[in-house]
């Protein structure tokens, strides 16, 4: 894995937790794709907030085993806002820990989970994430 930029991120990952799903298959599908964090459901939702590129490093191995980085790199640059980016992860798919990218919110018939990346210099962590 190339090493991550020195370059500070905010990542803030959300996910809905709807009424008919079991809050801890929720957390579970989390966990099996965001490294090191510790989600917990409140109000519905799932959040996490983080400064470490290392919450990344699934997403990273993933992208590049499944050989999906044109689908990510026109996700992010497509979403990018200022010094902001995000892009949805299917639910179900992270449930048995595969990174599957959503180009829609409704391609994850429960809710995606959404990973927003805030950086000074967000177009050398987008080439971090994108670049083979």
């Not at 990952?13 to 298959?25: A, G, L, N, R, Y």
């Not at 639910?91 to 599957?100: N, P």
Request: with cysteine; aromatic share 6%; net charge negative.
């Amino acid at each position: 894995m190339k090493e991550a930029p020195n370059i500070p991120v905010d990542i803030r990952i959300e996910c809905p937790v709807h009424p008919s799903e079991d809050p801890s298959k929720v957390v579970r599908a989390v966990k099996n794709v965001i490294s090191n964090c510790s989600p917990e459901p409140m109000n519905g939702r799932i959040q996490v907030a983080s400064k470490n590129h290392e919450l990344l490093d699934i997403i990273y191995e993933q992208i590049r085993s499944r050989r999906v980085l044109g689908v990510f790199r026109k996700v992010l640059l497509n979403n990018m806002i200022g010094n902001s980016t995000w892009f949805y992860l299917n639910k179900q798919a992270a449930y048995v820990g595969i990174v599957s990218i959503c180009e829609e919110e409704s391609e994850s018939p429960l809710g995606p989970i959404q990973v927003t990346l805030w950086s000074s210099d967000l177009e050398s962590v987008i080439n971090w994430l994108i670049e083979p």
